[in-house]
């Protein structure tokens, strides 16, 4: 099966670890030219206002947290800036908590806190907008809060060694969206996942399109796709393959599994292709519904030992 794959997407998987531009500050103001020593001073010069952050080319150990207004961070050169290793307040490199936050061209790596869900991206209130970045080697790519109306979108990034469920601690995901009112996750890639599921949201409503779940390489994960409370929308056009290594591999797509919050009979899931690496023939299921909610099934290019669906 052929797993998708962005040209941009592969371009900065592949990025070395730069040096920090020396001389000129990294960190500059789109509006106004002010340059910064650290992303923290940038998003603290913006405050309740609008603004955008140029990061320039290198690798960053620093974090920053967005208190108020309405920020864009942007790579002068995508691909190029890497925030590595270093998370704010216990929780990640970027902890977002203004209206709305934009985060483009970003590498995140290597974060890991004690509780277990250190992430490239937190976010804590407002809206979410995420393009041409890559998350990998941590513990969680984004992770958010449980709040009225946050909407996040996410298009052509790549989500990589991601995830855990280790340490007596609770899983820890690829992304995990919490109760906000809608996610859209689309031309993006997820795999080598290291526990817990692909991609978790309990948002009421969901746009999973034109993405590539590949687990060939993962280890001990479970779902490709949770809607851990149900959900309506539209899942589509995704290429899944299902790896040896699997801790839970009764199932791609589950609805509801941790309790009915939200209906389901307008979730749509057709257009996708889903099977197993090259020896593994399981009896692992495609969407699996542990509601009596009428989930639309329309046609989907399965493995011959996979069922369509099931009621749990």
Request: aromatic residues 6%.
């Amino acid at each position: 099966m052929r797993i998708l794959s962005a040209g941009f997407l592969a371009a900065i998987a592949l990025t070395t670890t730069a040096s920090a531009q020396s001389g000129a500050a990294p960190f500059t103001l789109a509006e106004t030219g002010q340059g910064f020593g650290s992303i923290g001073d940038a998003l603290a010069a913006i405050g309740d206002g609008r603004g955008t952050v140029i990061v320039a080319p290198g690798a960053y150990p620093q974090c920053g947290v967005q208190q108020g207004g309405d920020v864009t961070i942007r790579a002068a050169t995508p691909g190029s800036v890497i925030f590595d290793g270093v998370p704010c307040e216990g929780k990640a490199a970027l902890v977002l908590r203004g209206r709305s936050s934009r985060v483009e061209g970003i590498i995140f790596q290597n974060i890991r806190v004690p509780d277990g869900n250190g992430a490239g991206i937190r976010l804590e209130s407002g809206n979410l907008s995420v393009s041409n970045s890559l998350f990998r080697n941590s513990e969680e790519g984004i992770l958010t809060g449980d709040y009225d109306g946050g909407q996040v979108v996410i298009d052509k990034s790549t989500f990589r060694k991601l995830g855990r469920c280790d340490r007596d601690l609770d899983c820890a995901h690829g992304i995990y969206i919490g109760r906000l009112a809608s996610l859209s996750v689309t031309n993006s890639r997820f795999d080598q996942g290291d526990g817990g599921h692909y991609l978790k949201t309990r948002t009421a409503r969901v746009t999973i399109t034109g993405n590539s779940f590949d687990d060939s390489g993962g280890h001990l994960t479970n779902y490709m796709i949770d809607l851990s409370n149900g959900a309506s929308g539209v899942i589509s056009g995704n290429e899944m393959v299902q790896g040896k290594d699997k801790d839970n591999w009764s199932a791609f797509i589950t609805v509801a599994p941790e309790g009915r919050e939200h209906g389901s009979a307008g979730l749509v899931i057709e257009g996708n292709k889903a099977g197993f690496v090259p020896g593994v023939a399981r009896g692992s299921t495609f969407v699996a519904n542990f509601t009596d909610d009428p989930v639309r099934i329309g046609a989907n290019e399965l493995a011959p030992s996979m069922k369509v669906k099931d009621r749990r």
